[in-house]
Nanobody, 121 residues
């Protein structure tokens, strides 16, 4: 069965950086485009960033362009989200999931527990 395990969240002050990791098991990882999503307190889940199967192409929500960088290491079955210049509005639980490349929706409605990022001002 597919497992999605997010990690790396924590408390950081505005302007700081974090790197999130998403470990994927139970599938042929390199076959899938992957995405990061986030859910702020009391709000719905929104798309953040996507990456194709090889890691050669990426796309982002306008709100995070230039600050957040998605990458992947297929040998480690892991996708990363490097977060720089963090702002309070980035505070959310962050999730990873499969995507159809270019889409801002997940391929399936199956989620891990996420990892919480809290940005203080």
């Amino acid at each position: 069965q597919v497992q999605l395990v997010e990690s790396g969240g924590g408390l950081v002050q505005a302007g700081g950086s974090l790197r999130l990791s998403c470990a994927v098991s139970g599938r042929t990882f390199s076959t899938y485009s992957m995405g990061w999503f986030r859910q702020a307190p009391g709000k719905g889940r929104d798309f953040v960033a996507g990456i194709n199967w090889s890691g050669s192409s990426t796309y982002y929500a306008d709100s995070v362009k230039g600050r957040l960088i998605i990458s992947r290491d297929n040998a480690k079955n892991t996708v990363y989200l490097q977060m720089n210049s963090l702002q309070p509005e980035d505070t959310a639980v962050y999730y990873c999931n499969t995507v159809h490349y270019g889409s801002t929706d997940p391929s399936v409605d199956y989620w891990g527990k996420g990892t919480l990022v809290t940005v203080s001002s």
